[in-house]
């Protein structure tokens, strides 16, 4: 199993920036891909952005690009997302994300970290 515990969230103005951090614990060296996605109130959880496990390729929602950028530390088992010019409808809780090897699907799931942003 693998666990993934979020960090970073908080309340911002519109037109900053937060960065968000998932530890990832436990069987790590069975995960592949890792993302982001986020929920805001009465929607559904959308795709963020995602990164293999080289870190060679990120993938973004049309949303955030150019504005968010996804990282990872594999010597540290974490994944990180840079938010910039933050926008009120950026306002969700952020979920972080990993893949097993050869896994279509996100097998396991962090908490949650709430992100506002105020206009």
């Known amino acids: 199993q693998v666990q993934l515990v979020e960090s970073g969230g908080g309340l911002v103005q519109a037109g900053g920036s937060l960065r968000l951090s998932c530890a990832a614990s436990g069987r790590t060296d069975s995960i592949s891909t890792m993302g982001w996605f986020c929920q805001a109130p009465g929607k559904e959880r959308e795709f963020v952005a995602a990164?293999?496990?080289?870190?060679?390729?990120?993938y973004y929602a049309d949303s955030v690009k150019g504005r968010f950028t996804v990282s990872r530390d594999n010597a540290k088992n974490t994944v990180s997302l840079q938010m910039n010019g933050l926008k009120p409808e950026d306002t969700a809780v952020y979920y972080c994300?990993?893949?097993?090897?050869?896994?279509?699907?996100?097998?396991?799931w962090g908490q949650g970290t709430q992100v506002t942003v105020s206009s």
């Open positions: 990164i293999t496990l080289s870190g060679y390729s990120t």
């Open positions: 994300a990993a893949r097993r090897f050869g896994s279509a699907k996100y097998n396991y």
